[in-house]
Structure formats: structure tokens, C-alpha cells
């Protein structure tokens, strides 16, 4: 079946524009969680959507950073007035309830974000 | 979640064994030993988990020792599509949601 998907796979955008980032998680799965990845870092915890609601958005560096999943479904990460620092690799995954330790994370390609 | 410790960079040649040790020392005894790797410019790629016992699958084997504190993972019959950076994980009970990636192995398998 269909894994996750991410769109853009690259966005290119100058200082202090605004940015969307789609995530398209396995069908059926209603955890969704969204990482940022530098390079030469591993990926680094931002969100965690439980259904439509986010769980835990503790990672989330600053108030420039929001995450909304209106139906329990597709996902957008909205980056307002973007920095340069905020270049990086947008990773999404799903899993199947996210209630339980054990379950496994499915990660999609990313979206390489680029901050002029 | 518990810290682990990875060597930064490993070597290894093609069809042979590569081992690739993970400490975990401040382990508790509910947390989970994670394994996912991610291939250049891709997501990281679930392999394997276990709690106390070793685990095998089509993909890899997990050795953890008895008392928990560090762990191995073994790829077989390592092929050039190994090359990698590895990532050991320690998933704690009450963190049902984020992983807490480290820097990794930078695995390579040479021809």
C-alpha cells in the first residue's frame, strides 16, 4: 500500500515568507507526528497529532511554528516569516494509534525546506 | 527517554557481518531498544525492536544483553544498499509518541 507522502519534496523560499508543508500519512494510521532534521543531526521531535488533536506540541521551536490536522488525516506544518535557520529537512511519519511504545513509526522522504 | 551512545562511523565489507554496537546504560526496565536507519536524502526506515530477549527478522538481528545495558545490531550479509546512517533508539513506556533520534552510525559497506 501507499506509504507516507510529503509535498513539496523541495521548497526554495526567501526570508520572512511564509511556508506550507503537506504530509499525507498511511491510510488509517491516526498518529502523525512531524520532525525536523538539519543536516549532519538526527531528526528532532516537533509534534505529535493524536486524530485531530495535537498531543504533544512541545518540540516546536517558536510561535512561527504551527501544525494543523483538521480532518484526522492530512497534515500541514505552517512556518510564518521564515529564518534561514529554519532551513532543514521537514520529516513526516505515521503510526497506527501511537498509543503504544511498541508501535512503529513510518516515515515519509521529507521536505527539504531552503531559507534565502 | 534513556541517552544511547553510538560510535560516529563504522566500516564494513560487502557480504560480511556488520555489527553495530549501541550503549544504553541508563536503560529502565520498560523501555524498548529501537533500531531505524535512513538511507541518503530518504526517511528514516523502521528495522527492528525488542525489549529483553534477541530479535530476528528478514532484516536484521538484535542482541541485547542480559543486563539491558547496551545492545548490537547485525546485518547478516551487509550489500552496498546498507550503507546507512543507523540509529538506536530507547522508546521510554510513557513516550508512546516522539522518537528521540541521536547522531547515529554512518554505516559503510565497501566493495
Known amino acids: 500500500g501507499a506509504g507516507v507522502s510529503q509535498t513539496p519534496s523541495n521548497k526554495v523560499t526567501e526570508k520572512g515568507k511564509y511556508v506550507e508543508l503537506r504530509c499525507d500519512p498511511i491510510?488509517?494510521?491516526?498518529?502523525l507526528y512531524w520532525y525536523r532534521q538539519s543536516l549532519g543531526q538526527g531528526p528532532e521531535f516537533l509534534i505529535y497529532?493524536?486524530?485531530?488533536?495535537?498531543?504533544?506540541d512541545s518540540g516546536l521551536p517558536n510561535d512561527r511554528f504551527f501544525a494543523v490536522r483538521p480532518e484526522g488525516s492530512v497534515s500541514t506544518l505552517k512556518i510564518q516569516r521564515t529564518e534561514r535557520g529554519d532551513s532543514a529537512v521537514y520529516l513526516c511519519?505515521?503510526?497506527?494509534?501511537?498509543?503504544?511504545?511498541?508501535?512503529?513509526?513510518?516515515f515519509g522522504p521529507g521536505t527539504r525546506l531552503l531559507v534565502l | 527517554d534513556a541517552k544511547t551512545t553510538q560510535p560516529p562511523s563504522m566500516d564494513c565489507a560487502e557480504g560480511r557481518a556488520a555489527n553495530l554496537p549501541c550503549n544504553h546504560s541508563t536503560i529502565s526496565g520498560n523501555e524498548y531498544v529501537y533500531w531505524y536507519r535512513q538511507i541518503h536524502s530518504q526517511g528514516p526506515q523502521y528495522i527492528i525492536h525488542?525489549?529483553?530477549n534477541n530479535e530476528t527478522n528478514e532484516m536484521a538481528s538484535l542482541i541485547i544483553t542480559e543486563d539491558r545495558k547496551s545492545s548490537t545490531l547485525i546485518l547478516p550479509h551487509a550489500t552496498l544498499r546498507d550503507t546507512a546512517v543507523y540509529y538506536c533508539i530507547v522508546r521510554a513506556e510513557t513516550s508512546g509518541s516522539r522518537l528521540t533520534f541521536g547522531e547515529g552510525t554512518q554505516l559503510t559497506v565497501n566493495p
Open positions: 525488542g525489549l529483553k
Open positions: 491510510s488509517g494510521h491516526t498518529a
Open positions: 511519519a505515521s503510526s497506527l494509534t501511537g498509543r503504544r511504545n511498541q508501535e512503529t513509526q513510518y
Open positions: 497529532f493524536q486524530g485531530t488533536g495535537a498531543a504533544d
